[in-house]
Structure formats: structure tokens, C-alpha cells
């Protein structure tokens, strides 16, 4: 029973061991995936937030230039009407720099492309808020998939280590186990070796005091054993409890039979 019960311990340990293995195997193909997805997750946020700042850079420059351009615009906005104002004061002989319908083109130009200088301005202002809010939700999203991750990263550890722990304990108790079924089997083959030498020595027993009877018994068919003890054992191997008659008033088969045991009635 003992070495049942050793072996079956042993069975089960090894089922234990083979079921922490898989899933140490199987936790740590998760954690491998989930490294990875986290480091492209990293590299994609790391690209974006890049791209965004690229971007409002850009505006930024374009915002710079059109705001310059904006100022040369009315610069020369102003000049020319200056110049106007200065040809209407001057002699009628006197060579105009501009003349004024010409001038009254180039100032509707000028505006015009005042006009379109400060929407572009106002829409440059509006991509780079809108880029500068989807950096930001970029970069939340981001780091909320992030701190998921680790947070699973960490969960996977602990039952990685657990399962690790446990099969650890398991091949100690496995260890303890094959020792009580050598111990087992070592105490059964002694019980099996001093039962086969009891055996042995009790057939030889039977086997010597048979023997020693049939001879008696022979002995006493050849009329050789002529006198018998009234008390004490008769022949060896028999019970000689019970009181015997005289061996002188009994046929050699008699005899023969009352050495051996055998009722003669």
C-alpha cells in the first residue's frame, strides 16, 4: 500500500510538473506578443507625435510668412496711396510715377491678396490647433494602451513566476516521493526475501519430519521398533499426547500405523 501510494504521488507530481511547464511555455509565448505589440504601439505614438510636430512646425513657419507678407502688403498699400496723393497735389506737366487708374488696380490687387493672406492665416491658425489636438489625443491614447499593457505585462509575471514556483515545489516533492518508492520497493523485496526463506525453511521442516516418519514408519513394518515409550513423543513427527497400547499386542501394520499417527479403529 505504501508503494502504491508513493507511485501514485509520484504520477500525479509529474501530471502537476507537465501542466506548469505548458502554461510557464505558454504565458511566456504572451509575454513575447505582447513585448512586441507594445514596442510597435511605442514606435507608431513615437512616429505620430513626430509627424504632428512636423507639422505644426510648418504652420508655424507658413503662419510667420504669411504674416510677413501681410505687413509687405500693406506697406505697399500705403506707399501707393501716398504716391496718389502726391501725383493729384503735383503740376499737371510733371511726369507721374503711377498713373491713378493703374494705381487703382494694384490697390484692389494689394487688398485682394491682403484678403487671402489672412484667411490663409486664420486656417493655418485652425491646423495647428487641430494638429496640436491630435497629437494630444495621440499621445493619451498612447500611454493609456501603455500602461494597459504593463499592467497585463505584470499580471503575466506574477502567474509566470507562480506557475515557476509551483513546478519548483512540485520536482522538490517529486524528489521526496521517488525516495519513498525506492524505500517502498527496497522494504518489499526484504518481506519478499524473508517470507520465500520462511517458506523454506518450514517446507524443509515438513519435508525432514516426513521423512523421518515414512523411516519410522518403515522401521516399524520391518518390526524394528519393538518398544515404545508409554509417555513422551513416539514417532518423530507424531503426537504422542494420547496414551498408546503395548507395541507386543499389535500386528506389524498396527504398529506401523500408530507410529504415523494413523487410527487403527
Not at 2 to 18: G, H, P, T, Y
Not at 46 to 64: D, F, P
Not at 70 to 95: F, V
Request: net charge negative; charged share 30%.
Amino acid at each position: 500500500m505504501a508503494l502504491k501510494f508513493a507511485q501514485d504521488s509520484v504520477s500525479r507530481i509529474n501530471s502537476e510538473l507537465e501542466s506548469h511547464s505548458d502554461s510557464e511555455a505558454e504565458l511566456g509565448e504572451e509575454l513575447t506578443k505582447l513585448k512586441a505589440v507594445a514596442t510597435a504601439v511605442a514606435a507608431s505614438a513615437k512616429n505620430v507625435l513626430e509627424q504632428a510636430s512636423k507639422e505644426q512646425a510648418l504652420i508655424q513657419s507658413s503662419r510667420k510668412d504669411q504674416q510677413l507678407a501681410t505687413k509687405i502688403i500693406e506697406q505697399a498699400t500705403t506707399i501707393i496711396k501716398d504716391l496718389g496723393q502726391s501725383n493729384g497735389l503735383a503740376d499737371s506737366s510733371a511726369i507721374t510715377a503711377i498713373d491713378l487708374a493703374d494705381s487703382a488696380k494694384v490697390l484692389g490687387a494689394l487688398a485682394s491678396a491682403k484678403n487671402m493672406l489672412v484667411a490663409q492665416t486664420k486656417a493655418a491658425e485652425g491646423f495647428d490647433k487641430e494638429a496640436s489636438t491630435k497629437a494630444k489625443r495621440v499621445g493619451q491614447a498612447a500611454l493609456i494602451l501603455t500602461q494597459t499593457q504593463e499592467s497585463e505585462q505584470h499580471n503575466l509575471e506574477l502567474a509566470k513566476d507562480d506557475h515557476s514556483s509551483q513546478r519548483l515545489r512540485a520536482v522538490e516533492d517529486k524528489r521526496l516521493y521517488d525516495t519513498d518508492v525506492q524505500d517502498a520497493m527496497s522494504y518489499s523485496q526484504k518481506i519478499e526475501d524473508s517470507c520465500k526463506a520462511d517458506a523454506n525453511t518450514w517446507s524443509n521442516q515438513q519435508r525432514a519430519a516426513q521423512e523421518h516418519a515414512l523411516e519410522d514408519a518403515d522401521k516399524a513394518l520391518e518390526g524394528k521398533l519393538v518398544e515404545l515409550k508409554s509417555i513422551g513423543p513416539g514417532l518423530r513427527g507424531s503426537d504422542a499426547s494420547q496414551a498408546k497400547p503395548p507395541a507386543a499386542d499389535l500386528t506389524p501394520m498396527q504398529r506401523a500405523a500408530m507410529e504415523m499417527g494413523v487410527s487403527s479403529d
